[in-house]
Each structure stands twice: as C-alpha cells, then as structure tokens.
C-alpha cells in the first residue's frame, strides 16, 4: 500500500470520510523513475494531466519542471494559472471545436492535430505558425477495448497512409511541423506494442516530409500493477531499448531531436488511495454485501471498464477472511467497487482502503445522485495538508441553485 495504515487512518479521523489520500513523494518518484530508465538527453516528461488535475499535485510537478498534456481549453487555463509555461503545455484535444481552436491558440500553446478537416481549417486560419500532428500508429493494445487509441476501430490520430496529404497541407499552408505525436492506449499490455508504435511514428518522420522537427511524442499507456500478484515491468529495460530505436532515427535523420513521452497513470496511480466506511452489512443467502459511504461516481473505473482495485481493510486486518461484494451508495446494482472479493471480515464502521485511486477516478468524478466529491488530502515528506474541501450537502445544492438561471 503505497500510504500506509496508520497515515490513512490518521487521516480519515482528522478530516473524515470518503477520502482521496496522495502521497507526493511518491508521484515525484514515479516521475523521476522515467527520466532514470530512458537515457535519452533530451527526454521530457508531458504528465497526462487528465489524470489527476488536483492543483496541489500539479503544483509539485510543476517545481519538478515537468510538462503538460492537457485535452481541454479547459485544463490549459488551470495549467497557465498554477504557473506552467506555455512551452511546458501541449494541447492533444479531439473533436476541436473552432472556438476551442482560437481560445488555445490565444494562449501560445502549442497545438497537435489529429485530423486532416481541422489540420486544413487550422492552416487556412492560422497560416505560417508552428503545429505538431498526431498519427495513429496502427497498434492495438491497451488494458481495454475503451482505452485502446491505436488501430482502425479509434477515433484518435491521423492515419499513417495519409502522412502525404498531411505534408501538402502543411506545405500549402506555411505551416511548420515542429513534432510528431502517437499514442497507443492506456495500460499497454505489451512492451512491444511501444517498441511498435515508435517504429512507425519514426517511419514518417523523414527530412524531406517533415524537415523541421524538432521532438517526437510517443504518448504515455505505462502500465502500473494493480492486483497484488502482478508484477512490475522491467522499465530499465524498456528504456533501454526505446533509447536504442531512437539513436538509429535521430542517426538517419541526421540530427538530435527531443523525445516526449505523456503518463498520467504511471506518475499518479500508485499514490492514491480512496479511504471509505462501511455502514451496511447484508447477508443475501450466503452472498455477503458490505455497503459503504461512496460510490462509482467517485471511483467510477470498477463500474467502467470491470477494473480490478485492491481493497484493504484497515481497521480489521487480521480479522477471519470472508467474501464480500463491497457496494456503493448510489441507486445502481452495478455500484460495486468489488465483487465476490476475499477480505479480512468487515464490521459496519470499518474503513476501507481503495488503492490505485490517483490516477482516472477523482478526476472522473461527479455528483451523480447529488453526493459532493470527496476531499483530498496530500502527504509530503509525512505531513498530511487539506488540497481540496470536499463540499456539504447544503454547499452543493446552493452551488446548484447559484448556477441556475
């Protein structure tokens, strides 16, 4: 459990239940670890700042002089406002809109493409400025048919076979293609889907093409273990290697680019945990239900894509194992963060630690069934800081009736 026991316990009694915990030290970890293993000089990390937008995380990250992918007008204004550069920010949206287009391209912010329709409006409205083009890879992996973004059945990317007409528009345009950008999927389940991917990014990324590059972004996807059984990949290794394939580019491309790569859940998963409290117990002919005082709105991935999230029991670790369903309180049959789970016995008024919760649960929350979205609450160098409140039930109806017209 990447914070442990006693930190979690401290916390929900200091400011209550349900509860998102980050330990910092560890995201910077996670973060650093990359910049270890791909010995590459000209490395920069683009944390995946859908991941987690919690601003006392993205404020570290941004002393730590890590970039930014951002997906929305939305995420570059909070990522200007926190203090990150304009040339620290890529803007990787889909299905821009033109308002959307004009309110980024305001800002200074680099912008990747990745369709033909808006590359040819951004080069009729904006000719002679800097874009970077996203391509699809032609690479299907991913730790679900939802998160994969490679291959003929995503949405993402302009197709390889089109490169060509992407180098005429550009042309036509004045436009300068300053990077290249892929992304595979998240949770990659094969090393050499990335090995892959690089490979054919690299493939069009030729002089004559694209004669003022100045990065190549091989997206993110790092997978991360959640089930106690899985075992970690050997990273180094796989740094090693994309450091090999793209010395052999740079070499035949006849200089030294910079290499990106975009986690969002390598940095933050592992940091997190959602902190919960039993209420209910049932026995329903045998299958045992612990209800308790959240639900998939605020860890929405269980429910999502069926993901796997270890579950501890902090208050009753060595109690005598039984099977539960661990249910939410929302008005759904499928609001459970496990299923038919082994776990030390459950009490009504126990607490219950959701782990791997930093990354693609708090900021794919909402308040469906009007439940405010739980605190959170950072820990650096053992000290535990209030990052965000979490609102009442009478704040959230008068921020809803505020916002009314």
């Known amino acids: 459990m990447a914070v442990s026991r006693d930190t979690l316990l401290q916390a929900a009694r200091e400011f209550g239940t349900p509860l998102f ?135 993402f990317g302009i197709l390889m076979q089109d490169a060509d007409r992407v180098a005429d528009l550009v042309s036509r345009h004045g436009l300068r293609v300053v990077g290249l950008h892929e992304h595979t999927g998240s949770g990659l389940t094969r090393e050499s889907s990335v090995y892959r991917s690089m490979q054919n990014l690299m493939s069009l990324a030729t002089p004559a093409r694209f004669p003022d590059l100045r990065f190549l972004d091989f997206g993110g996807g790092f997978k991360v273990p959640y089930r106690p059984e899985e075992t970690r990949v050997d990273y180094a290794a796989m740094g090693a290697e994309i450091a090999r394939l793209f010395r052999e580019f740079c070499g035949a491309y006849g200089r030294e680019l910079e290499m990106r790569f975009e986690p969002g859940r390598y940095i933050v998963a592992e940091c997190g945990c959602l902190v919960i409290e039993v209420n209910t117990l049932k026995d329903n002919q045998g299958r045992l239900m612990a209800g308790c005082n959240s639900g998939f709105p605020q860890l929405i991935r269980p429910v999502m894509y069926g993901a796997y999230h270890h579950i501890v029991n902090l208050t009753n670790p060595d109690g005598p194992e039984a099977v539960y369903d661990v249910c939410g309180n929302i008005c759904e049959t499928g609001d459970r963060f496990a299923e038919l789970r082994p776990l030390p016995e459950i009490r009504e008024g126990d607490l219950l630690a959701i782990e791997n919760a930093g990354a693609y649960c708090y900021s794919m929350g909402g308040v469906y069934n009007l439940r405010p979205m739980p605190a959170e609450v950072v820990i650096r160098a053992g000290e535990l800081h209030l990052a965000r409140r979490g609102l009442s039930n009478h704040e959230l109806v008068e921020q809803i009736l505020a916002e009314s017209v």
């Open 21 to 155: 915990v980050y330990d910092a030290d560890l995201m910077l970890r996670r973060y650093q670890e990359l910049h270890d293993v791909i010995a590459w000089p000209r490395l920069t990390i683009h944390y995946a700042m859908k991941a987690n937008y919690n601003v006392a995380l993205l404020g570290i990250l941004n002393a730590a002089g890590a970039a930014l992918d951002t997906v929305s007008p939305g995420e570059v204004i909070l990522a200007r406002r926190i203090g990150f550069p304009v040339e620290r920010i890529l803007y990787t949206a889909n299905s821009m809109t033109d308002a959307e287009v004009r309110e980024v391209q305001r800002t200074g912010v680099l912008m990747n493409i990745g369709s033909l329709s808006r590359l040819e409006k951004f080069g009729r409205e904006f000719p002679g400025t800097d874009v970077c083009i996203r391509f699809n890879p032609d690479v299907v992996d991913g730790e679900t048919a939802k998160t994969t973004t490679g291959g003929p059945a995503t949405k």
